[in-house]
């Protein structure tokens, strides 16, 4: 990953005063580089990131992509962003200060896309590592921190000042960001703001104008819940189907290939009428017919599974054993009761 410039524009709620920078940082200092290079990677990689496609009439959509092919500056084109973010959150009935910071940089390398047009290839140089730009509001924490002084009779003292501008450390969880690519991609995270008496998320409905789809980790979560409770509603082993679910979400995810729900029914229950329930409560749900899961997300959240029993034991597997039975075996009994049979172990470690 490389950032090619980052700017930060700021805002005092407490003076009200904001401010432009009229350049970008001085990327060649390393605490600025270690810094803005943190904020790249987590927003890339975050896994509650959401997806979304601009709609027609987003004027972000049009002004970004002018920024991609260069008909416009960094500098000026973040500084309206800047503008225009702070008038929405000025309108808030509290606002707290707040840093905005805008990122040029390339990401990991990808596997081509064969749909760009020749000026999309041209804007991504000519299929290197993709270009981005992220935006990260960066909202002030309240610190303490030493302040020494001199007390009424010239004594040197040591005391605890208050400081009301503090930015998030490099490591915390940001709750406002999005990044889009210059192939049109979009994905964000946001939280509901009190703007002009209503209830908004600022980022994809005022800034980017954008639909909102849920997150890879969503995804899975939730298709995870529902293959839990129909295995649970038939009295089938509801630990064996989600792990067989996971195992289903890593495949795909790794091959690159959409999430189906009707597919992944097929993999997970033995019977139609499980698949015929599973289907139709994930239509109930609003899940989509095909829905892409993130390999990173698939290999953080889906590829191993941990169940507890009721006897307190916790047990931690790789998902794709729970249709493995060389390796793991699940066994019911008439009275209702199960064993899990961990088989081919040669080595077992205290941990």
Do not use: W
Not at 213 to 242: D, H, R
Not at 336 to 346: A, E, F, P, R, T
């Amino acid at each position: 990953m490389r950032v090619n410039q980052a700017i930060l524009h700021t805002y005092d709620a407490k003076s009200c005063v904001k401010v432009f920078s009229e350049a970008p940082m001085d990327l060649s200092q390393d605490h600025i580089k270690r810094y803005v290079g943190s904020q790249a990677r987590r927003a890339l990689s975050n896994l509650d990131a959401r997806r979304g496609a601009f709609v027609p009439e987003s004027a972000f959509a049009r002004d970004v992509a002018s920024f991609f092919r260069g008909q416009v500056g960094f500098v000026p084109f973040t500084a309206s962003v800047a503008e225009f973010l702070i008038a929405q959150m000025t309108q808030m009935e509290h606002t707290d200060s707040f840093d905005m910071l805008f990122l040029d940089f390339e990401g990991a390398k990808e596997k081509p896309v064969n749909d760009l047009t020749d000026e999309e290839v041209e804007v991504m140089y000519e299929a290197q590592a993709p270009r981005y730009l992220a935006l990260v509001i960066l909202e002030s924490k309240q610190a303490y921190m030493h302040e020494v002084g001199k007390d009424e009779l010239g004594h040197t003292r040591a005391s605890i000042a208050q400081h009301y501008a503090i930015m998030p450390n490099p490591g915390q969880k940001v709750a406002s960001f999005a990044v889009v690519s210059a192939a049109g991609d979009v994905r964000f995270c946001d939280e509901p703001r009190e703007i002009a008496g209503h209830s908004v998320e600022l980022l994809p409905e005022k800034l980017l104008q954008c639909t909102d789809e849920p997150s890879s980790k969503e995804v899975v979560t939730e298709v995870c819940g529902l293959v839990n409770a129909v295995a649970e509603e038939f009295g089938a082993n509801a630990a064996e189907a989600v792990a067989r679910a996971k195992a289903y979400v890593s495949e795909t995810a790794e091959a690159d290939e959409a999430l189906a729900p009707e597919l992944l029914a097929r993999e997970v229950f033995e019977t139609d009428t499980l698949r015929e329930r599973f289907v139709a409560e994930a239509a109930d749900e609003g899940l989509p017919d095909r829905v892409t899961v993130e390999p990173e997300v698939a290999r953080r959240v889906a590829a191993k599974h941990r169940i507890r029993t009721d006897t307190g034991v916790d047990i931690t597997f790789p998902a794709e054993y729970g249709k493995n039975p060389d390796f793991l075996e699940f066994e019911s009994a008439p009275d209702g009761s199960i064993s899990i049979k961990i088989k081919q172990v040669n080595e077992i470690q205290n941990r």
